[in-house]
C-alpha cells in the first residue's frame, strides 16, 4: 500500500484486531428444529395402534426436537454453514481480505468472507481469458481492491479494470435509480471519485469512469470482457447493463452479481433477463449469482 490514507486505515484494522478476542463468526449455543412426523412406515404399520403415538414422539424427540450444539464453522452475511473453510487461513486470501477492509476505511471486521472468495475465484479463472475486467457499481471499492490483491501478476497483463460508478454517497432513488441527498448518506459508498482513484493507486490500467449506467458504458471502449461484476443495487439499471455487456463477454468468461439471491426485486428481474439471453444462474450461499458464459 502506497499511500498514507491506505495506511492509516491498515493501522487502525491492525489496532481494532489486536483489542478483539474470540471467534465473530462461528457461532456457539445450541439449536432444535420445530419439526415433526406422524408417517407410520412399514415397520410400525405392523405395531398396535395404541403404541404408535409414543413412537413418533420418541422419533421426532431424537430426529429433530432434541437440542443439539451448532455445528456451524462460519455464520455471517446472512448464510451460515457447517463446510470446511480452508480457504481462510491461505495467505493469498489473508492478504486479499485485508485489503478490501482497508478500501473500506471501517475498522469492524463486515464479514464478507465468501463473497471475496467468489471474486477471487472468478478472477483467478478468468485471467486465462481475454478480455478486460468491468465492475458496474465499484462503491469504495472493495471487491477488487481484494481482487487485484489477489492477483500477483496483474501489473504484468495487459487487461484493463474499468470501475463504473457515480461515486456519490447518497442513497439510490428507487423509482430513479439515482444518487439523491434526501436518502441520506451510505457508509458503504464512495464518497467522491478521488478517494477511490486514490485506493486503487498501486495497480495500473485501473480506469474510474464516473457517472450514471448504462449511458457511462461507451465511455469505456470495451471490445471484450472477461470478468464482469455487478453490484448496482437497482433492478432496471442492472438489467440494461447486462443486456448491453453480455455480447462482450468471452467464451468462458464469468458474470458474478452482487445481490442477486438478496434482493427479490433484482433476483426476479434478473432470472428473466437469464431466459431471455439463455443462461444459467449459480445461487451461492451467500447471495450471489455467478454465471459462466458457455
Known sequence: MENNAN???ANQIVEHDRLTYGDQ???????WHSFGSRFAGPRILKLPAIVRAPIFLLRNLR???LPRRIPFTFDADGMATSAIPSFLNRSEFVSAYFRMRVASRAVVDPGLQWRVHQAMWCAANCMKI???FVECGTGKGLMMSAVL????NWNTSVKRLLLFDTFSPFGIDPSSGRNLEEHGIRGTYASNIEEVAQNFSEWQ?????QGFLPETLAQGKIEKIAFLHVDLNHAPAEIAVVRALWPSIQRGGIML???YAQVQQQ?????QLAQDLSFEILTTASGQGIVVKS
Not at 149 to 152: R, V
Not at 205 to 209: A, D, G, P, S, Y
Not at 267 to 271: E, F, G, H, L
Open 257 to 259: 452479481l452482487d445481490d
Open 149 to 152: 490483491d489477489s492477483l500477483p
Open 130 to 132: 481475454d478480455g478486460d
Open 7 to 9: 495506511q492509516t486505515a
Open 205 to 209: 490500467r485501473v480506469e474510474l469512469i
Open 25 to 31: 463468526f462461528r457461532p456457539k449455543g445450541w439449536y
Open 267 to 271: 433476483n426476479d428481474a434478473m432470472n
Open 63 to 65: 430426529f429433530y426436537r
